[in-house]
């Protein structure tokens, strides 16, 4: 994309948090931050930081031929951390626990939707009111029932997505910082009902012999 | 799950050969007028959504603030856009620059493509094109691109 820019007569810093990316690529001026996918600027919420990320990237713009420098500082992500954030108890036991856990969920999502507004969250298919109507789709995936006649509300990843974005906005209404890059992705996977309930629905549809790319986004690639 | 194992999985994808790379150089920064293109799929509520392999791209407006992800990776981490859009489309900070005089201008419209594609031909010859042209004819003279 730099290329095509630059061709257009626009000069341009490119960001890239990959290593092997950014240098196979070969933007005109490239700026590698070694930072946690999804945060190009490093850190949310902290301005300073920001602010000299896109100072080194300006100094860039007095270069007089191809450049890549890398930002001083660094985020490490090891794949411990997880979010500590609160589950509610089980309130109605006639539920399956990731219904149950939805429910409760529920005043957190609406608290942090609120505060951030929906940036990543829900409605790319379903809304948070249709996020029982999808997890009841996923719990008859995980029963055998094949997943085009489960009742899923769109693209099982679509619908993933939403489901993620719906516990992730939850958990930032729960905490009270903002989570370490993953953490909150990691505390979804491992420690809700809800995540573990996706992750056995793509399990049960990559053994159902489904195609692949149908099940194999309802995750990270590495789960 | 770790950033690093995401990485590693993408790190080797084919990148394009190119056998010159355009160089442009710039007006001075404080008299400039800066644009952000990410391809982090962003878009506003009321535009569409991102298919799964959309090569096309929305054209974001800077006095808005109301940018939603529709990527369709999700290798990615999304709390930190979800708490602050600064994080990946970072207006607010340069509109502080702007104000303390060290950028010239913020373009009125940044744009947004989707980065999760394999077929890049119709980017390179279509959509990043006519990105290109529409920011060129803002009046935009510095790009910023940013990843998810």
Redesign the interface.
């Known amino acids: 994309m730099a290329h095509i820019f630059e061709a257009a007569g626009m000069a341009t810093i490119v960001l890239g948090s990959i290593r092997k990316q950014i240098e196979s690529t070969a933007p005109p001026r490239g700026l590698m931050c070694d930072f946690p996918l999804g945060r190009p600027l490093g850190k949310p919420n902290d301005p300073a930081f920001q602010h000299r990320v896109l100072d080194q990237a300006f100094k860039l713009l007095a270069a007089t031929e191809q450049v890549l420098e890398e930002f001083p500082e660094a985020i490490e992500d090891e794949g411990s951390e997880m979010l500590a954030c609160p589950l509610p108890p089980r309130s109605n036991a006639d539920l399956h626990p990731a219904l149950d856990e939805v429910r409760g969920l529920r005043p957190a999502y609406d608290r942090a939707l609120e505060q951030y507004g929906n940036r990543a969250a829900t409605g790319r298919v379903i809304s948070a009111d249709q996020i029982e109507e999808a997890m009841s789709a996923f719990i008859r995936v995980t029963d055998g029932v094949p997943w085009k006649e489960a009742g899923i509300p769109g693209i099982p990843s679509r619908v993933a997505q939403d489901i993620r974005g719906f516990y992730e906005l939850a958990a930032l209404g729960l905490s009270d910082h903002v989570p370490a890059a993953w953490s909150g992705t990691r505390w979804y996977f491992n420690s809700t009902e809800g995540g573990k309930l996706v992750l056995a629905a793509r399990a049960a549809m990559r053994d159902a012999g489904e195609s692949q790319p149908i099940w194999f986004y309802m995750a990270p690639g590495d789960q | 799950?770790?950033?690093?194992?995401?990485?590693s999985?993408?790190?080797?994808?084919?990148?394009?050969v190119?056998d010159t790379?355009?160089?442009?150089?710039?007006p001075e920064?404080g008299k400039a007028t800066v644009a952000v293109?990410t391809?982090a799929s962003l878009h506003h509520?009321d535009q569409d959504?991102f298919a799964?392999q959309d090569v096309g791209f929305r054209v974001l407006e800077g006095n808005r603030r109301?940018?939603?992800?529709?990527h369709?990776?999700?290798?990615?981490?999304?709390?930190?856009?979800?708490?602050?859009?600064?994080?990946?489309i970072?207006l607010?900070?340069?509109d502080?620059?702007v104000l303390e005089g060290?950028?010239g201008k913020l373009s009125d419209v940044h744009l947004s493509?989707a980065g999760n594609q394999f077929d890049l031909s119709a980017?390179?010859m279509d959509s990043?094109?006519a990105?290109?042209?529409l920011?060129?004819e803002k009046g935009?003279?510095?790009?910023?691109?940013?990843?998810?």
């Open positions: 799950m770790a950033d690093n194992d995401i990485k999985m993408t790190e080797g994808m084919e990148a394009p190119l790379v355009a160089f442009s150089s710039p920064l293109v391809s509520p959504d799964p109301d940018y939603q992800m529709g369709w990776s999700p290798n990615f981490d999304t709390i930190g856009f979800a708490s602050d859009m600064n994080t990946v970072p607010d900070r340069l502080e620059l060290k950028v493509y980017v390179q990043g094109p990105g290109a042209k920011l060129r935009v003279d510095v790009v910023i691109l940013t990843p998810v």
